[in-house]
């Protein structure tokens, strides 16, 4: 069964430092891999996808993920974090089924930037 | 400008109490659906719907029910709330092909006492 893994659940670093999240999947097919922030209070919003093609691929914000099959991995970076990007972040992975297409979440990190 | 709108963003019940979330969308989304978030699972779709009147159990459908009897609207019905529904609520909307993105609403963050 398709699953996403975030090992940790809570990250903290300081403000200007580089941002590594991880995220494990497991999927039999080429995987469709999203990441999403959610700011306090607010809904989910996309920050980048991978369906296929350059494994390193750039999103909004400054962030960046690369698709590694060998590790079943789909890390997201950053090389220089801001105060604003406290918030919680989701990796999910597309899964088809009975001719349908749904995002299977994980479990979420939630990032504390310290100034 | 392009959203999905949930109403109520708080709402306090109690136990057996019918309530309704509501959510609307006005990209003319085919694709609409139910998430539920709770600390450490992550988002866990409910219900989604492919169209109007076409509905579809999601992962954790119990205790919910929805409808779609137009396009922009998709409800959210808990008949008989209870505690263990107390959770932040999400609605999203996408259009019918399979690489659309997801868009979110703001959220419901329900307790039911």
């Known amino acids: 069964a398709q699953s996403v893994t975030q090992p940790d659940i809570h990250i903290t670093v300081s403000e200007g430092a580089s941002l590594e999240l991880r995220c494990n999947y497991s999927?039999?097919?080429?995987?469709?891999l999203f990441w999403y922030v959610q700011s306090p209070g607010q809904g989910l919003q996309l920050l980048l996808k991978?369906?296929?093609?350059?494994?390193l691929v750039q999103g909004i914000k400054g962030f960046e993920a690369e698709f590694k099959r060998s590790q079943s991995s789909f890390n997201l970076r950053k090389p220089s974090v801001h105060w604003s990007d406290a918030a919680e972040y989701f990796c999910?992975?597309?899964?088809?089924?009975?001719?349908?297409?749904?995002?299977?979440f994980g479990a979420g990190t939630r990032l504390a930037v310290h100034p | 400008e392009a959203q999905v709108t949930q109403n109520p963003r708080y709402l306090i019940t109690v136990t057996g109490k019918k309530l309704t979330v509501t959510c609307s969308q006005n990209?003319?989304?085919?694709?609409m659906s139910w998430y539920r978030q709770d600390p450490g699972l992550g988002l866990r779709q409910i219900y989604y719907?492919?169209?109007?009147?076409?509905?579809d159990k999601g992962d954790v459908p119990e205790g919910y029910k929805v409808s779609r009897k137009e396009k922009r609207n998709f409800p959210l019905i808990l008949e008989s709330p209870s505690p263990n529904q107390t959770s932040l609520y999400f609605c999203?909307?996408?259009?019918?092909?399979?690489?659309?993105?997801?868009?979110f609403g703001s959220g419901t963050q329900l307790s039911v006492l």
């Open positions: 999910a992975v597309k899964k088809s089924s009975g001719g349908y297409n749904k995002l299977i």
């Open positions: 999927y039999g097919a080429t995987p469709y």
């Open positions: 991978y369906f296929s093609g350059d494994t």
């Open positions: 999203a909307s996408r259009g019918a092909a399979a690489n659309e993105k997801l868009f």
């Open positions: 719907s492919m169209n109007v009147e076409v509905t």
């Open positions: 990209m003319n989304h085919e694709y």
